[in-house]
């Protein structure tokens, strides 16, 4: 039978994977295994994977396979995550070196499938479509002990059709409150103060259970009376489910950041349309004017495909122009990637690479732009900011409300406190502050 004693997990893709890390890590220490210090020394290696685009699918098949051909004495190598559900058993195939595949809606089997493997050494796979009600979240062992992601409501039923994941984590199922309840206050006991709501589509919450009268805005109100909780983060939003009642929410909520990541994905209501994104561009705008006067100081965050199928010059200028009127203070941007499975892997993917990359880098110029005028214009200002440590310099360090990294100089007493800073200046991306 082989050792198992070590392991390393190593996560890719987005909070949701994140979280189902901690979560498993619980479930391996549960079971007394303890983190390797080295991937050398680790028994087991654990890939929790991403399937959104193609480089990220290259990039841990390029990882798993360098294990098998250097290693002498090779790990037990698991796959789960977002690339076990696209890919599943056709994985053993590409890389046989894999011991066992686990879907995302099955990490609470992660205990019993290594049992099986190591008892039989037989290959393992375990993916479902269903989701598992029984998935035990107070598990999770978290890093860090101030900040925690809270998963609200797992799958995505929009279809945008270029995206994997309603396939990979299946239809909506929102999580009951009282299990939220119960676990956000466990954190906040143990020293919490920063929750982040995670979800593909947070403000759907509640909609696939009409009984529960509850909505994602009840949420926010609930959970800021649990005493300790300090903010309320949430992410990711769907435009056309952001309502008037979240936007009152932010206003009204002392622990809800003003911040509310807003993904257009594009400028031109044509590409909206294609994407089945199922705004246009000015119900989307219509959308932002009216959180910008119910929550003047809000900042938004975006993401951003270019080079759609069938995008043209004019279509991504819109894009670009949008970008620039709407100011947001964090952008993911990516060129689009044809997925399997999706709607849109079945068109022509005709914009040339080389189109798609002068796209990226004109936004991301605009961007860095953009970036360097809202820092600017933040010097001299007052920022609340959530202490979490010191960074190499021994600069204390956290971020305020709206995700601005923000370094200074002060007592170890401020860590895990909210302190006022007053902005001095900044360096790339990081505000410098002084005490205010
Ligand atoms: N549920 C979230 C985001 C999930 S994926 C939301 O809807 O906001 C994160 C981002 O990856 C998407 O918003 C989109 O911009 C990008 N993305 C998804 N599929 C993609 C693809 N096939 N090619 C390029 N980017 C993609
Ligand atoms: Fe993907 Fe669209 Fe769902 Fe976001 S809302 S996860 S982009 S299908
Ligand atoms: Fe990637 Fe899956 Fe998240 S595809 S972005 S890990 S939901």
Known sequence: MRNCKTYMIRTYGCQMNELDSEIMTGQLHQKGLVEASSEAEADLILFNTCSIRDLAERKVLGKIGQLGRKRVKRPIIGVTGCMAMAKKDSLFKKVPHIDF??????????????????????????????????????IASRKNKLSAYVSIIRGCDKYCTYCVVPYTRGKEVSRPFASIKEEVTDLAAKGCKEITLLGQNVNSYGKDQPDWKIRFHDLIYELDKIDGIERIRFMTSHPVDITKDLMMAIRDVPSACEFIHFPIQAGSSRILKKMHRIYTLE?????VDLLRKIVPNATLGTDIIVGFPTETDEEFEMTYNIFKQIDYSLA?????????????????????????????????????????????????????????????????????????????????????????????????????????
């Open 101 to 138: 595949i686990l879907g995302t809606n099955n990490i609470t089997d992660l205990s019993e499938v290594l049992d099986n493997l190591l008892d039989t050494g037989i290959k393992q796979v375990r993916i479902e479509d269903k989701f598992e009600d029984n998935l035990d979240y107070l």
């Open 283 to 287: 119900e989307y705008l219509e959308k």
């Open 332 to 436: 993911f941007l990516y060129t689009y990637s044809p997925r399997n499975g999706t709607p849109a892997k079945r068109w022509k993917d005709d914009v040339p690479e080389k189109v798609k990359e002068e796209r990226l880098q004109k936004l991301y110029s605009l961007y860095e732009m953009q970036l360097n005028k809202q820092m600017q214009q933040l010097i001299g200002t007052s920022l609340e900011i959530l202490v979490t440590g010191r960074n190499k310099n021994n600069y204390l360090t956290g971020k305020s409300r709206c995700f601005r990294k923000v370094v200074y100089q002060g007592d170890d007493s401020h860590i895990g406190t909210l302190q006022t800073v007053t902005v001095t200046g900044f360096h790339h991306q990081t505000l410098l502050a002084s005490q205010a």
